[in-house]
Each structure stands twice: as C-alpha cells, then as structure tokens.
C-alpha cells in the first residue's frame, strides 16, 4: 500500500465508505443530515461556553454564527468561515466610521448605511462564486450593529469590537469541530459527481452517433453539472484532504468537457445531412459507439488511441479530397467525430489525474486554460441593489417617524433579508419559509425562556434541554428543502432566549422582539415582491439579447475573445437559463436551441477571423448581413458559395477556411428549424 493511502487509511473512513456503497441513498441523507446537526450542535454549545467563560455581553450571537457557517462538509464550511470573517470585519469597520459621523442626520445616516449595504449587496450579486459570502457578510453586519447603535452612538466601537469576538469564536469552533470531528470531504463529493458527469457525457455522445431523436440542445443540460462541480471546486484548496484534486486539472477538465458539448450537438446536427454514410466513415462511427458504450475501462483505454489514430487518418484523408461542399461536410462530420474521441479521451485522463491528486497530463500551458467562465450581469445588479436600497430606506423612514423605540432592529432584519435573499429571482417563497421557521423559533422561545430555562442552573443540563430541538433543526437545515425554515428556528431562539450569563427572562423584551422580527419579515416579503422579482421570462429574454448583443459585437470585431473563453461563458448562462426554463411560459426547446445558435455563431466568426484569407471582403460582408438578415437561407446558399471555390483546400490554412465555413452553413441551417424567438 502506498505511503499516501496509508496515511489516509481510517477504520472510521473504511466503515464509511463501505455504508456509502451498500446503504440506500436516502439512509446516506439522513445520516449526513444527522451528522451535521450533532458536530453543528457540538461546536455551537463550545463557542456558548467560551464565550461565556469570557464574559461576552452576548454570547448568544457565538451559537448564532456557527450555524449560519456551518455546512455538511469540511471544505464548505471552513471557506464560509474565512469569507464570514473577513466580510464582519469589514462591516463592523465600515458601521464605526459611518454612525458616529452622522448620527445627528438620522435620515442622512440611514442613507449612508443603507448606501453601503446595497454597496456590498451589488459586489456579492457580480462576483457570483462563495466569495460573495464576504461582500453578503459586510452588508448585513452594517445591518445588524449599525441600525440598533444609532440611538447609543457612543457605544458603536465597544459593539463592533464584541460583535467580532463573537462572531470569531464561533467561526473557530465551527471550524474546529467540522474539521476533526468525523468531517466529510468535499473532494469525495467532487469525485462522485464527476464520474456521473463523464458517464452522463459518453452516455450523450453515443446517443447521438446512434441517431436517437433527442433535441439538438439536449447535451446542453451538462452545463447545470459543470456549475456544480464548479460550486464544489471553489471550496476544495480548503478541504485538508491528501487527494485535493489538482487547480489546473480541474480547470482543463472544465475547458474539454464544455467543449464536448459543442463538439456533440456539431456531430447530431450534421448525421440527417450526410445522404449516404461512407463504408469507412459508417464502420469508424460503430466502433466509437461501441466504444464509448463498452464498461471495461481497461478496453476503454486500450482502444482509445487506436481510434483516435484511425479517425485522424480517416478526417485528413476526406479533407483532402473534397470537391463539393457535401464532400466538405463529410470531412467536418469526421473531423468533429475525431475530436470528440480525443476530448473523451483527455477527460477520462484528467479525471485519472485528480482523483490522484496528479499534475494534469499533456503540455498545456497554465494561460491556455480558462476553466469557469462566469456570466456576470452589472444592469441587474444595480436594478436589484436599487430595490434593495429603495427597501432598507423605507424601513428607517418608517422606524424614523414612528419613533418606534424597537425599529432599529427591525430595520436592521429588514436589512439581512435584503442581502440574504436578494440573488433568488423570486425571494418571497423563501422569505416565508424563513418566516415559518421564525414562527416556531418564537414560540420555542417563548417555552424556553418561561418554562424550562428557570429550572437550569448549570450548563450540562442547559445542553441537554436545548439539545432535542437544535439537533432536530441542525438535521433540517441540512436538507435544501427546508434548510431556511430550519435557519428561522436555530437563528431566533438564542436571540429571543437572551442567552447570557445569567437568566433573564423579560416577557416585554422577547415580545417586543418577536414583534420587530416578524414585522421585518413580513415587509420584506412584500416589498421584495415588489421590487426584487425578477420573472422568469424576464430573466430569459434579457439572457438571450445579451447573447445577441455579444454576437453583434463579434461580428464587427468589437468583442475579442478566444473559442474557450466563449464557450465556457456561454455554459454559464446556459446553466443559468435551464432552471427558470421550469417557470417560464416560453418553450423551453426554443429557448435553448436560441442559446446554442448564438454560442455556435460566436464560435464560427471567431474560427474565420483567424483565418488568413484573401476574401477578407467578402466575409466582412457576409458578417454584416448575418448582423442585419432574417434570411437566413440565402445567406447560406452564399457561404456555401464561398466554401465550394475553395475547394480542394491544397493547405491547411485553406481547409482551416472551409471548415470555418461549413460550421457557419450549419449553424444557419438550424436556426431556421424554428420560429424566432421573442426578444
């Protein structure tokens, strides 16, 4: 056994994996999400005690932290809990220099606060990787500690300086107990999805040789895998394990996996258009189906070269001999088969090298890899900051002019729902499971506090009574399905308990309280509703015209980007489009195949402006009229035109050329199967 596996080897780890391959896959949830709640609930009671042992004024924001940190593994919750930090201290920075200046202008103030909240707020909706969590973080923290100090100004640095110690305690606890008690590697989650990932690939690709009547745009539901295992990637440099997969590797598997996509839909769109497959060219495509088919990886590997080898003959070859522009789609038919042998091949490498935890095989230098591309969308960050501004605002009016005595820290809720559930279309629904949750926490409570709490005078019988709900809650949070509902109750009950010190039970406090919580939720959920929806079709359409507002760009040289870095983008906003393609009232087919005719397009303009060509006049002509033309099909009798006299490509610039052509010719062919799409 190697020294690495040996460092590795645990009977917890093996006990653990032989569970994993023999229990069912809800027994696995459930035990994960019980898992969770206990380390969660361990870590939550320590950063109680610590803070207590200190004499923090209010500890119970330590219990608060660990579970807004919390996450069901290692990686996960050891970066929320550095973006955390940095983005509290930031916000406790920013709210000591802005109260004490403007306390005196409480409508002034409220601006200013509200100016920085939604600051950070536009910050977190651009950066759209967990980093966001710190801008997210220095918002909400400004929130928090700068609405309710504003009636004791005076004592904003005291409050910050604590707020940090608190939050800081919990965040080392979370850390601390989800690192070495029983943690759960993240990079075992992203091994497993990316094998489902390259099976769910191959699966595609050979659907596709096999002429199954799937949609062109079928291969383009990868892209939601390539954004989780995106989502994964970024927490795994902090997940401490010995086979953290390699950054580059990670990267180049992303740029061929995308790249596959393409390579597939090329491949279906060009089998009905062939009229009679070659012998040759129809022997090579059965045995990459049979290939790509076959379970036996050691075969799988065996044989790959020696159809890559095969196939690269065969597409020279035809290449080389075409005449007609129906010749010269057969040589881009093999040329695209070839490629996708060599993308399969080079995936299944790399994902050998990550698994490994190995350099990424072949020459490819570090700039040439573009990995994620993420699309970013400046227009509707403003739009949904501004509402969230418009939101907080009116609250501190309301607060202001009420001389309500508990606005400030209803205003300062209003806040962290603002930037909590601003980067959901829709937040509302979440708002109100959120509100569910805070119901039952009111109520838990209201039976702590007058209840139970009076009869606990030491703190291993106050981890017991506290004990059966938090572990329940823990377990829910740990479920997407009703993680925010779980979040209301683990989140309000140290608040309203006022767990300190010393008991305290204060009916008016928690009254007044609950009152403030469920006033600010109750807001937000309108006024989000109001201002912070963004519809489905919306999102859609504005996904689309930015899509053909980029190609335009491309077309008259304005936008210049590399093949990758385009096609990694596009991904992206393909990931984006399909989960509101499940709330939209447009069909979804159209919409995707819209979205895969402008990623095409990009594709093909920027493969000829490469090109060295004399017909450089001509295409800038040909380009102008694809900007301008709805006819799509006299534009491609024209590039077909163009293809035919280059024909016989003698070099391979000029092959370089046709195929360039070709591919154009067949993305306008595929953007005339359907009605246009309403922009």
């Avoid at 401490?240 to 590797?249: C, N």
């Avoid at 080079?346 to 699309?375: D, M, W």
């Avoid at 760009?553 to 093949?563: F, T």
């Avoid at 983008?569 to 402008?598: E, F, T, V, W």
């Amino acid at each position: 056994m190697s020294k690495i596996n040996l460092l590795y080897f645990h009977p917890l780890s093996a006990l653990r994996d032989r569970l994993r391959r023999t229990a069912s896959p809800t027994l696995l949830n459930d035990a994960s999400a019980l898992l969770y709640s206990a380390r969660s609930f361990a870590a939550a009671m320590l950063a109680y005690y610590i803070a207590l042992s200190i004499g923090l004024e209010r500890p119970s924001w330590a219990i608060i932290t660990v579970y807004i940190v919390s996450q069901t593994s290692v990686g996960a919750s050891l970066s929320r809990s550095v973006y955390r930090l940095a983005g509290t201290a930031i916000g406790a920075g920013a709210t000591v220099l802005i109260v004490p200046a403007f306390v005196n202008m409480p409508i002034f103030c409220s601006i200013i606060l509200s100016g920085w909240i939604t600051f950070c707020l536009y910050l977190s909706l651009l950066e759209r990787t967990p980093r966001a969590y710190a801008f997210v973080l220095a918002g909400y923290t400004a929130s928090l500690i700068g609405f309710p100090a504003v009636s004791d100004p005076a004592a904003i640095f005291n409050i910050a300086i604590v707020r940090v110690q608190e939050i800081t305690i919990g965040i080392f606890c979370a850390a601390l107990i989800h690192r070495y008690v029983l943690p759960s590697r993240i990079s075992g989650l992203f091994h497993i999805r990316l094998s489902k990932t390259l099976r769910a690939a191959r699966q595609r690709l050979a659907d596709t040789l096999a002429g199954k009547p799937d949609a062109v745009s079928e291969p383009l539901r990868l892209a939601l895998e390539l954004q989780f295992l995106q989502g994964i990637s970024h927490h795994i440099p902090y997940d401490f394990a010995l086979s953290v997969p390699v950054r580059q590797a990670r990267k180049a598997i992303h740029d061929r996996l995308a790249r596959l996509i393409i390579v597939n839909c090329e491949l279906h769109d060009r089998l009905p258009l062939i009229a009679a497959m070659p012998a040759d060219v129809q022997a090579l495509l059965d045995d990459v189906h049979a290939w790509l088919v076959c379970e036996n990886e050691e075969q799988w590997q065996s044989r790959a070269d020696t159809l890559k080898k095969r196939s690269a003959q065969l597409a020279q070859r035809y290449a080389a001999q075409a005449l007609s522009v129906e010749d010269a789609l057969q040589a881009s038919f093999v040329r695209w088969l070839t490629e996708a042998i060599v993308l399969m091949q080079q995936c299944e490498r790399l994902s050998n090298a990550i698994h490994h935890a190995k350099a990424a095989p072949g020459r490819t230098e570090n700039n040439a890899l573009k990995g994620y591309v993420f699309h970013r969308d400046p227009a509707g960050a403003a739009r949904t900051s501004l509402g969230a501004f418009a939101i907080i605002l009116s609250g501190c009016l309301v607060w202001i002019y009420s001389t309500w005595p508990d606005g400030g820290a209803a205003v300062s809720i209003l806040g962290v729902c603002c930037t909590l559930f601003a980067s959901f279309d829709t937040p509302a629904p979440h708002i109100v499971k959120y509100i569910i949750g805070c119901v039952w926490g009111v109520f838990l409570s209201l039976l702590y506090s007058f209840a139970l709490l009076p009869q606990v005078s030491d703190f291993t019988v106050l981890v017991a009574v506290f004990a059966p709900v938090y572990l329940l809650a823990g377990s829910l949070q740990a479920r997407p399905a009703t993680t925010f509902m779980a979040m209301g109750i683990t989140l309000t009950l140290p608040i309203l308990c006022e767990l300190g010190a010393h008991y305290s039970g204060d009916i008016a406090v928690a009254a007044n309280t609950a009152v403030a919580l469920l006033f600010a939720t109750g807001f937000a959920v309108i006024s989000m509703s109001l201002l912070q929806t963004v519809q489905a079709d919306a999102a859609i359409n504005r996904l689309l015209k930015l899509c053909q507002r980029d190609i335009r760009r491309s077309l008259k040289g304005v936008l210049k980007r590399d093949e990758t870095y385009w096609t990694n983008l596009m991904i992206d906003r393909a990931a984006l489009l399909l989960p509101r393609l499940q709330r939209s009232g447009h069909a979804s087919q159209l919409a995707l195949n819209h979205l895969l005719y402008a990623l095409r397009i990009g594709l093909c303009v920027m493969q000829l402006r490469r090109c060295d060509k004399q017909a450089d006049a001509e295409l800038s002509e040909v380009f102008s009229l694809l900007s301008r033309t709805t006819d799509t099909e006299a534009l491609r009798l024209r590039i077909a035109a163009m293809a035919a006299r280059c024909l016989p490509a003698a070099d391979d610039a000029s092959r370089q050329w046709v195929d360039g052509l070709v591919d154009l010719h067949c993305a306008l062919r595929e953007m005339n199967k359907g009605p246009a799409y309403d922009q």
